[in-house]
């Protein structure tokens, strides 16, 4: 997971150009009942629809049991995470969005939400990938894709030209993190943002 993860941060921080497609991404309709809603959709220059994706902190899951992932869900989930893998970006975040919001409880959420803050970030979401990813961080704080999602946060405000956000996530990560990629891939962000300045 690891290697499939670091092949989207290795080489050049900077996004792919967003999909054509992106005006196709529909992604309007609202959560049954949300403990908390999330806006996914609303960047800047999106011309998308917006959702609206609930977030259940694992605590207040009232799956089966402690283990249990349905096998429905299980397809959902690897329907998005292939989508993803194939770069289709818009595609995967269509498919983490039904799958966040049909299974709000489930034991994959935290990747689900990761994995969406990726499609979106690969897409020029920006905007979208930092509500999605600091989603991530705030209700699953041991999530074991915190620290990818920290690296990512960073890169995207980096982006969106909001250093001074992309420096305090950076140099949080290069405290909390034992992952010698994870840090190399930081500092090279926070070296970026030295030469101009930061």
């Known amino acids: 997971m690891l290697g499939l993860l670091l092949l989207f941060f290795s080489g050049s921080v900077y996004a792919q150009d967003l999909n054509s497609q992106n005006s196709d991404l529909d992604l ?11 806006e996914v ?14 977030v259940l902190p694992p605590q207040k899951r009232e799956t089966p049991g ?26 995967a975040a269509q498919g983490f969005v039904t799958f966040l919001r049909d299974y709000p409880q489930s034991l994959l959420a935290d ?7 990726e499609s979106r970030y690969l897409a020029r979401g920006f905007d979208d990938a930092v509500t999605v990813l600091t989603t991530l961080l705030d209700y699953f704080p041991n999530s074991t894709f915190g620290e990818a999602a920290r690296l990512r946060l960073g890169a995207s405000y980096f982006e969106l030209r909001q250093y001074q956000e992309a420096q305090d996530v950076l140099e949080d990560l290069l405290e909390l993190s034992p992952d010698q990629e994870i840090l190399d891939l930081a500092k090279a962000i926070l070296e970026d ?4 300045g930061y």
């Open 193 to 196: 943002l030295a030469t101009q």
């Open 28 to 38: 309007s309709s609202q959560p049954a009942r949300a403990a908390e809603s999330v």
């Open 41 to 54: 959709g609303t960047g800047s220059g999106s011309t998308h629809p917006v959702t609206m994706v609930s």
């Open 111 to 117: 990747q689900g939400w990761f994995w969406l803050g």
């Open 66 to 91: 402690p283990n249990s992932i349905e096998p429905e869900e299980q397809q959902v989930y690897d329907a998005a995470l292939d989508a993803f893998r194939m770069a289709n970006y818009l595609d």
